[in-house]
């Protein structure tokens, strides 16, 4: 079981520590353990605790209706009220939740109903991308443990190869190219997948090369399939020179193909990049890229 700072926690739900320490004093919603200093620590069933009445809260249910309710009840108000087709950031929460347990039907269950409603595509624009944003952010500030965010990431990754694998092969002979990796100490990829499906379902042909490719392999791929695009994700933490030199290394090899950089690394990037090297902030700024850029 994992165990969480207040401030872990206002990270997590979104709910600010005044508040959370509000509704224990008033309401018990959450009854915190205390080290021998008196600091705050709260565990797995209280952060899954208020990330269930966040949801209710932010559709209209007082916080005092919501400490009277039983547990098995706020999950059958919770069913009620997320909607698939346009409350995102309440199954956002939910498949948090889904990560914490380790409730793989759970997690199911919040994805394919978001699938059957608004489809696979703008579930990934919508639910599954922002999701794993989240998910990157936790696991870099040690919200969440390694195993928690391996099983949510196996999962998805899983319904991403069989997606890709179900779209029709580009075959067009003047198909735009663009090879996908990460860098050899990446090896968070689920943003990458999501782009692959994303590239191919818009008519581009992908060389995905995955995780912790070698540079040297990299550039011998470019050699033999000449691409017009190179597309790479930033997750796991690199000090501010080493990333720096990296895209300059990129840039340098690559001087004419546009290079799409994304994850909360390149995010942070304040150094001057070339004109051909993009920061694509989400999936749908990386459709948006792949359907107007002109290369």
């Known amino acids: 079981m994992s165990t969480y700072s207040i401030k872990d926690l206002e990270r997590l739900t979104g709910i600010k520590a005044h508040t959370i320490r509000i509704w224990e004093k008033r309401y018990a919603i959450v009854d915190p353990s205390r080290t021998d200093s008196n600091i705050r620590w709260y565990n797995d069933e209280d952060l899954k605790k ?29 069913m009620e009220v997320v909607k698939p087709e346009s409350d995102y950031l309440s199954q956002i929460e939910s498949l948090v939740v889904s990560m914490i347990e380790l409730n793989e039907d759970r997690f199911e269950k919040i994805l394919n109903q978001s699938i059957i409603k608004i ?8 639910v599954v991308y922002p999701f794993f944003e989240k998910i990157g952010l936790l696991w870099q500030t040690s919200t969440i443990n390694p195993a928690q965010e391996h099983f949510i990431s ?6 991403l190869c069989v997606a890709i694998d179900s779209l029709p092969a580009v075959t067009n002979p003047d198909a735009r190219k ?31 090369l995955g995780q912790n490719v070698p ?10 399939v000449e691409p017009d695009l190179l597309a790479t994700y930033f997750v796991s933490a690199i000090s501010h020179d080493a ?28 150094f001057q990049l070339s004109e051909y090297t993009k920061l694509i902030s989400s999936a749908i700024d990386f459709k948006q890229f792949i359907k107007t850029q002109q290369v």
């Open 50 to 78: 208020l990330l269930n009445v966040s949801i209710l809260n932010r559709h209209g249910y007082k916080i005092s209706r919501i400490a009277g309710l039983t547990p098995q009840q706020i999950k059958q108000k919770i």
């Open 119 to 126: 489809g696979f595509e703008e579930t990934l624009y919508y």
């Open 154 to 159: 196996n999962l998805i990754r899983m319904k």
């Open 178 to 208: 663009i090879i996908m990796f990460l860098p050899e100490w990446e090896l968070h990829e689920i943003g990458l997948l999501t782009y692959y499906y994303v590239a191919k379902k818009h008519g581009v042909k992908v060389y995905y």
């Open 215 to 224: 540079f040297h392999d990299l550039v011998s791929v470019a050699q033999a």
């Open 243 to 270: 990333l720096d030199h990296y895209l300059k290394e990129l840039e340098s090899n690559f001087p004419k193909q546009h290079i799409l950089i994304s994850g909360m690394q390149a995010a942070n990037i304040d």
